[in-house]
């Protein structure tokens, strides 16, 4: 088993930022890529990032690219999501993922409780 914590939500202007954090605890980090999804009120969760095992591979849906930076720290067993230029439309509740591979569906093992974000206008 993997327990996933988020942490790093909270309220904050449009045009903004905030830096996600999930911790992972109960096997060895590194053996999992991370991903990061949201689900808004009303819709479906959809993908925002994904990083692999190494970090080499990161992946994001076109709605963040260029704006938001997926990362691990594995020795901190750790991955951050950096979230900058935030619009009304990134308000979610924001889940990471845990699984063998990174992938863009979700499709992963192990799931966190979420953490708010809400961004003003």
């Known amino acids: 088993q993997v327990q996933l914590v988020e942490s790093g939500g909270g309220l904050v202007q449009a045009g903004g930022a905030l830096r996600l954090s999930c911790v992972a605890s109960g096997r060895p980090f590194s053996s999992y890529a991370m991903g990061w999804f949201r689900q808004a009120p009303g819709e479906d969760r959809e993908f925002v990032a994904a990083?692999?095992?190494?970090?080499?591979?990161?992946y994001y849906s076109d709605a963040v690219k260029g704006r938001f930076t997926i990362s691990r720290d594995n020795a901190k067993n750790t991955v951050y999501l950096q979230m900058n230029s935030l619009k009304g439309e990134d308000t979610a509740v924001y889940y990471c993922a845990a699984h063998t591979v990174a992938r863009l569906d979700g499709e992963y093992s192990y799931w966190g409780q979420g953490t708010q974000v809400t961004v003003s206008s």
């Open positions: 990083i692999s095992r190494s970090g080499g591979g990161i």
